[in-house]
C-alpha cells in the first residue's frame, strides 16, 4: 500500500539548523547518525557547548556567596538564565522560577513541600492514564503515606484522555491534579488549558509535567493558569541535570522548604532557622550553575528559530512519517490522537520492540524501545513495549525515509 503523502508546507531552513548540531555529522557504525530518539533527550547546538566552555574557561565561581569578581559574573549570569526562563514560558515574576535537577525533581518537589502540607487521610489527587513513572510514583509515595487516594482518568483507544470521565473524577476531595502537556510515550497533546480550567472550577491545585510540553509548544503559563509546570533543560536542546518549576508566587510563598542546606536559609541557630525569600527557598546547595547558563543558552537558541516554526517543521515531520509507517506491512501504530506531538510509538507484528531497536541501531538510526516509563499505558494498549521515533527541530523527512527503509529491514530479517 502507498500511503498519499503530506506535501511539504514549511519553510525551514532545516540544513542550516543542523549546522548548528555537531554531533549530528558523526557516523554510527559507519552509518551516518539518524537521531529520532529526542523525546528521551535532545542534541545540543554549538551555542550552548560553547557556553559550557566558556562558563568554565573564564567565570567558573561559586554564587551568591563571593564577592569576589567570578562569583559576581557566574551569579550576574545565574540570575540572568533565571530571566530567560521567565520571558520564555512568561511567568510573572523571576521568583516563580525554581531551578531543579529536571522535571522529576520538580514534580517530588511539589508532592513533598506543597502535598505533605495540604494532602490529608482520604483526600483525593487526579492524574490520567498517560503519565509517565515521574507523574505517578511521587502522588503514590504521597497516597501511602498520608492515606489518601490517586484516581485515574482513563484514555480512548486514540491515547486521548476522555475529558468526560476526567470531570466525573473531580470532586470536592480532590486536592491536587497532575498531568502531562504531551505524552512521551503516545505523543498526545493534553488540552490542558481546559483541564487546568475544570480542575481549578473544582477548587484543586493543577501540576502540569511539562517535560514534552516545553520542546514542542509555545508555552505561557499564565495564559494556561496553571499553579505549578514542571520541565526539564535536556529535552529542550538544554543540558542535562538541570530544569524548571515554575509555581505560582502565592503557592511557593505557603510551601515550606523542600531540602535544608545552604542558599535557601537567610539565617541559622540552633535554636531556629529563617528561610530565604523565593525562589532561593527552594534552591538548597550549591546549583548546578553552568547547567543554569547552559539552559538559558538553549532557550535563546530556540527562541532564536521560535516554537511556532518548531512545531510547524515538526508537525510536518509527524504526518509525513505517520503516512509512510502506515506503509509498512505488520506496523501498528499506538496512540492516534487528533492533537499530538512529534513522538511515534509503534508495534510490528512478529518482531520484539527491543529487536527492533538493535537493527536500527546497526543502520545508525537511534529509537527508543521499551515502555518509556509509562508502564501501566503499556497495558492500557495491551503490549509490553513499543518502538518509538520522537522528531526534534533537526530532523529531516530523509531521515524519517531512513527509519522507513530500516523496519524494511528489519521485516526481511524476521519474516524473509
Ligand atoms: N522521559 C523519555 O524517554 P526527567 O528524567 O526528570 O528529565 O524527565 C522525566 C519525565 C517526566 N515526564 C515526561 C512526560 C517525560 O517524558 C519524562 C522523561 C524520557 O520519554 C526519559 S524516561
Redesign the pocket.
Known amino acids: 500500500m502507498t500511503a498519499v503523502l503530506p506535501e511539504r508546507r514549511t519553510e525551514y531552513d532545516v540544513e542550516r539548523i543542523r549546522r548548528d548540531f555537531p554531533i549530528l555529522h558523526r557516523t554510527i557504525r559507519g552509518k551516518p547518525l539518524v537521531y529520532l530518539?529526542n523525546?528521551?533527550?535532545t542534541q545540543k547546538p554549538q551555542a550552548v557547548i560553547d557556553r559550557l566552555v566558556r562558563y568554565y574557561s573564564e567565570e567558573n565561581s561559586n554564587v551568591h556567596r563571593g564577592v569576589h569578581y567570578l562569583s559576581e559574573v557566574a551569579t550576574a549570569a545565574y540570575e540572568s538564565a533565571r530571566t530567560t526562563v521567565k520571558k520564555f514560558v512568561n511567568a510573572r515574576d523571576e521568583k516563580e522560577i525554581v531551578f531543579t535537577?529536571?522535571?522529576?525533581?520538580g514534580?517530588n518537589l511539589v508532592m513533598s513541600s506543597w502535598g505533605r502540607r495540604n494532602v490529608a487521610a482520604g483526600d483525593e489527587i487526579l492524574i490520567t492514564a498517560i503519565?509517565?513513572h515521574?507523574?505517578i510514583v511521587p502522588w503514590q509515595l504521597l497516597c501511602e503515606e498520608k492515606n489518601a487516594k490517586l484516581r485515574i482518568a482513563p484514555v480512548n483507544d486514540a491515547g486521548d484522555v476522555i475529558v468526560d470521565e476526567f470531570a466525573k473524577l473531580l470532586t470536592r476531595r480532590t486536592k491536587i491534579v497532575a498531568f502531562?502537556h504531551?505524552?512521551?510515550?503516545l505523543g498526545t497533546i493534553n488540552p490542558v488549558k481546559k483541564m487546568i480550567a475544570m480542575a481549578h472550577a473544582n477548587g484543586s491545585v493543577v501540576l502540569v509535567?511539562g517535560?514534552?510540553g516545553v520542546p514542542h509548544l509555545d508555552v505561557d503559563v499564565q495564559d494556561l493558569d496553571c499553579d505549578f509546570y514542571a520541565f526539564?533543560g535536556?529535552?529542550v536542546y538544554g543540558p542535562t541535570g538541570i530544569?524548571v518549576l515554575y509555581g505560582k508566587q502565592a503557592l511557593l510563598e505557603a510551601m515550606p522548604p523542600y531540602q535544608g542546606g545552604g542558599d535557601m536559609i537567610l539565617s541559622v541557630s540552633f535554636e531556629k532557622t529563617t528561610y530565604n525569600a523565593l525562589p532561593y527557598k527552594f534552591e538548597a546547595g550549591t546549583p548546578d550553575i553552568s547547567g543554569v547558563i547552559g539552559l538559558a543558552a538553549a532557550l535563546d537558541y530556540v527562541g532564536s528559530i521560535g516554537l511556532r516554526k518548531i512545531a510547524a517543521h515538526e508537525h510536518d515531520l509527524l504526518l509525513y512519517a505517520t503516512a509512510r509507517l502506515k506503509e509498512i506491512p505488520g506496523l501498528r501504530i499506538i496512540g492516534t490522537a487528533a492533537e499530538k506531538a512529534s513522538v511515534i510509538s509503534f508495534t510490528l507484528e512478529g518482531v520484539h520492540p527491543h529487536d527492533i531497536g538493535t537493527i536500527l541501531d546497526q543502520e545508525g538510526i537511534a529509537v527508543?524501545t521499551g515502555h518509556?516509563?509509562a508502564q501501566p499505558l503499556m497495558m492500557r494498549f495491551n503490549v509490553p513495549a513499543t518502538g518509538r521515533a520522537s522528531f526534534g527541530l533537526y530532523n529531516t523527512r530523509e531521515e524519517a525515509d531512513a527509519l522507513i527503509a530500516g523496519l524494511t529491514k528489519v521485516i526481511e530479517i524476521f519474516h524473509g
Open positions: 530518539d523525546a528521551a533527550t535537577r529536571g522535571t522529576t525533581e514534580i503519565e509517565h515521574s507523574n502531562g504531551a505524552s512521551n510515550a509535567d517535560a514534552q526539564s535536556h529535552k530544569g527508543r518509556h516509563c
